[in-house]
């Protein structure tokens, strides 16, 4: 079998691209992963009630709720940014009732503005317009799947 030829130069041009290449590899599959994953969420905005009333509730059983990392030295938690929210929070989870459900929806909202929700707990997020969260409501535990329509049907807030 013939030996190749050596080639100095090539080696190392191939030793430097290598690392190159795996970080661009791996960046494309991390924006892959964020954009199928963000895809097929429905994401709320949350404005404060300003004298608006809901329009409606949606009933959603939550898989996530973290505290927002902020971004790269904390920018996001700047003040002087227009979509900034004080000690924000990301909630994310399932419609359970109507048209939506199964509809997978996310909220970045205030953590003053909440009440004390962790995963599996299920909330109530007052709309108005279409995706404009404007205030979410803990469901109390012995509000049953077929009360629960009558129970938001009561609920108000944004006065």
């Known amino acids: ?47 404060w009630p300003a004298g608006r009333r809901t329009d409606r509730f949606l ?16 920018i996001r938690r700047s003040p002087s940014l227009a979509d900034s929210l004080p000690d924000a929070k990301i909630l994310e989870g399932s419609v359970m009732q109507g048209i939506n459900t199964g509809e997978h929806v996310s909220l970045r909202a205030p953590g003053a503005e909440l009440p004390r929700l962790a995963a599996g707990d299920r909330a109530a997020f007052g709309l108005v317009e279409d995706r404009i969260c ?20 009561r609920q108000s807030c944004g006065e």
């Open 134 to 153: 404007i205030c979410v409501l803990q469901i109390p535990a012995d509000i049953t799947e077929d009360r629960l329509g009558a129970w938001l049907s």
């Open 59 to 74: 009933a959603v059983k939550l898989t996530r709720v973290a505290k927002e990392g902020g971004g790269l030295f904390g």
């Open 1 to 47: 079998m013939p030996r190749r030829p050596d080639n100095p130069t090539l080696r190392r041009a191939i030793i430097t691209a290598l690392p190159l290449l795996a970080l661009s590899l791996f960046t494309c599959i991390g924006l892959l992963t964020m954009t199928s994953s963000s895809a097929a969420q429905t994401k709320l905005t949350w404005e």
